[in-house]
């Protein structure tokens, strides 16, 4: 079972054409991106064959370096200290890992929880702390045609689709694809295709709108 | 005291599984007296202070202990599993919020297209491979890459400290990365 995505995956998916940088999978390999930018990663890793490959080989490499660090002087007795808390752990054996069963995407959408906007435009917070800073994840859920409004980030801003399309600067994006706005980019995207998007984005702020209609619309989609 | 260049006996995968199979106690003693002094020094890289360093790197080698009898030599080398699991647990330790990992054998992922290159060897070649590759960066990246793992910063903290543009920091790392593709996707 898979911790890395909050959603299960159709099968028969095809590669994604869009994939993060390579310093955004080291990093996630090394444990230095925050918890909403491992999520992120991680379902576009579900996806992603290639982008997991590369992953194994810089997860490789931190093994690699940990055999060469210059050893640490333990406190003495600590081998025996630890043969004995295995006697005492009740359970010696933990079960594989498996914490995580990832939630049906259509069950997730099913749930009756969502911040509806007009338009038939949705979204619902996935994870994220507002006290750390490190970002929130957001699933939306926009229809077939839907243009959104013109708007600014203060941060970079990274989307995971899941399902369907999403068209930003003219690049079609489909399920599996990752895309990072960058900081300060006005972008107007827009749903291609005719079924609905679904997409795993991540902010680390709100949005600046950048027409008086956004402006008027801001209380309303904070992120 | 010095280690010897080629250990007979077992490798460390091997005792790894022993412990998994038989709790084979010695198979524990000598993964211990190799990898906890080094998960030690990795924890303190990363912040943990001596005292600290010790609690979590005996609670490391516990959950080695505990879940040896998963492990499989075919999927990680001896170092790669530990390091995964002293990397989870400084993470579990000091953020609220557990790193998302992932099974790369998991079956509900989009299959693999291809056989890919880091498939052709075993994991024990692999290291062996992988080590070499190292060796064979470049100072600049090989230096970044450690930095990455040893103090576990994210490639912009890393420019932020050392004092190169961002787009350095990314270039030199991304190259490093597709070395190590390269290599251990090449003849070894």
């Known amino acids: 079972m898979s911790r890395g995505t909050p959603f299960s995956l159709p099968r028969g998916a095809l590669v994604p054409a869009c994939h993060p940088g390579e310093e955004l999978l080291l990093d996630y390999a090394s444990g230095a991106s925050s918890g909403p930018e491992a999520m992120m990663i991680a379902t576009h890793l579900a996806f992603c064959a290639v982008c997991r490959a590369t992953v194994k080989v810089a997860v490789q490499a931190g093994g690699a370096l940990l055999d060469a660090i210059k050893p640490a002087h333990l406190q003495p007795g600590m081998l025996d200290r630890t043969l004995a808390a295995i006697d005492t752990t009740r359970s010696a054996v933990l079960p594989a890992d498996a914490p995580v069963p990832p939630v049906a995407l259509d069950d997730y959408l099913a749930l009756p929880d969502w911040k509806k906007l007009p338009g038939g435009f949705r979204m619902r917070r996935v994870s994220g702390d507002d006290r750390t800073g490190d970002g929130r994840v957001w699933l939306f859920d926009a229809p077939p045609g839907m243009k959104l409004l013109p708007h600014r980030h203060g941060s970079d801003e990274w989307i995971v689709i899941l399902r369907g399309i999403f068209v930003d600067h003219g690049t079609p994006y489909r399920p599996g694809d990752f895309a990072c706005m960058a900081d300060g980019e006005v972008h107007r995207p827009t749903i291609g295709g005719d079924e609905r998007c679904v997409s795993l984005v991540m902010v680390r702020e709100s949005p600046r709108f950048t027409t008086l209609l956004g402006k008027l619309s801001a209380p309303f989609v904070r992120l | ?188």
């Open chain 2, 1 to 188: 005291m010095p280690e010897p260049l080629f250990r007979a006996g077992p490798s460390f995968d091997e005792l790894i599984v022993a412990i998994g199979v038989h709790q084979d106690r010695s198979a524990f003693a000598a993964v211990f007296a190799h990898f906890a002094p080094r998960v030690k020094a990795y924890l303190m890289r990363t912040g943990s202070d001596s005292v600290t360093a010790d609690e979590l790197t005996q609670e490391v080698m516990l959950l080695v202990w505990r879940k040896a009898v998963h492990y499989s030599p075919a999927q990680a080398n001896a170092a790669t599993w530990i390091f995964t699991i002293a990397r989870n647990k400084r993470i579990d330790r000091y953020r609220r919020e557990r790193h998302q990992d992932f099974n790369p054998d998991d079956p509900a992922f989009a299959p693999e297209p291809e056989v890919l290159p880091d498939h052709r060897l075993q994991a024990t070649q692999q290291a062996q491979a992988i080590n070499n590759a190292i060796g064979r960066l470049p100072l600049e990246q090989a230096a970044l890459l450690r930095l990455a793992f040893y103090e576990s910063k994210s490639h912009s903290v890393i420019a932020a400290e050392v004092g190169l543009p961002l787009g350095t920091v990314k270039s030199r790392l991304r190259l490093a990365l597709a070395r190590l593709r390269g290599y251990l996707g090449g003849e070894v």
